[in-house]
T-cell receptor, first 113, second 116 residues
Framework: EAGVVQSPRYKIIEKKQPVAFWCNPISGHNTLYWYLQNLGQGPELLIRYENEEAVDDSQLPKDRFSAERLKGVDSTLKIQPAELGDSAVYLC???????????FGQGTRLTVV | AQKVTQAQTEISVVEKEDVTLDCVYETRDTTYYLFWYKQPPSGELVFLIRRNSFDEQNEISGRYSWNFQKSTSSFNFTITASQVVDSAVYFCALSGPASGTYKYIFGTGTRLKVLA
């Protein structure tokens, strides 16, 4: 069974430029998460979807970040414009709902210069 | 509030030593879930175990074992006879309704270095 697939693995952009990350969850998983992981820290939730609905986006900086999950499968996370402080690893995970374990992709390492 | 504390930032052991990684959590939920994940240098978080708050039985899986104690709000992880391949960052996480929508609250991780 294929795991969570994220692309790209690495991205370097100049500040003020836009960037997008893509995630394909495990087939059949209705819950999808985007997490942000800064160096030396644990992941922190940006947004959580149940099917197409964003059920928790309270920590998503909505002035520059947006996300969508079309048809309740793949998801895209966008930053526009990127700032230096956005340099981090962006992790996507999927699961089967409340209380179950989430499975993570390899992440996208973003460097903003 | 929900919180996970991993007080050990980094641990170094020599191969074949046993090592215990500590995890202390805070929650007001009566039903909640605890997890351990491993993050090797490749970066992917690998799921190791899930425990629900009503199951305090300790669990053993090969060289790995977990000790869940509600009385002390701890969910510790022990690796027996450690190996170099165990070198990674290990995260403890908590999920429950008080977090809002069962999101995972992660600790700051413990970096384990196993020396040959």
């Amino acid at each position: 069974e294929a795991g969570v697939v994220q692309s790209p693995r690495y991205k370097i952009i100049e500040k003020k430029q836009p960037v997008a990350f893509w995630c394909n969850p495990i087939s059949g998983h209705n819950t999808l998460y985007w997490y942000l992981q800064n160096l030396g820290q644990g992941p922190e939730l940006l947004i959580r979807y149940e099917n197409e609905e964003a059920v928790d986006d309270s920590q998503l900086p909505k002035d520059r970040f947006s996300a969508e999950r079309l048809k309740g499968v793949d998801s895209t996370l966008k930053i526009q414009p990127a700032e230096l402080g956005d340099s981090a690893v962006y992790l996507c995970a999927s699961g089967q709902g409340r209380g179950t374990e989430a499975f993570f992709g390899q992440g996208t390492r973003l460097t903003v210069v | 509030a929900q919180k996970v504390t991993q007080a050990q930032t980094e641990i170094s052991v020599v191969e074949k030593e046993d090592v215990t990684l500590d995890c202390v959590y805070e929650t007001r939920d009566t039903t909640y879930y605890l997890f351990w994940y491993k993050q090797p240098p490749s970066g992917e978080l690998v799921f190791l175990i899930r425990r629900n708050s009503f199951d305090e039985q300790n669990e053993i899986s090969g060289r790995y074992s977990w000790n869940f104690q509600k009385s002390t709000s701890s969910f510790n992880f022990t690796i027996t006879a450690s190996q170099v391949v165990d070198s990674a960052v290990y995260f403890c996480a908590l999920s429950g309704p008080a977090s809002g929508t069962y999101k995972y609250i992660f600790g700051t991780g413990t970096r384990l270095k196993v020396l040959a």
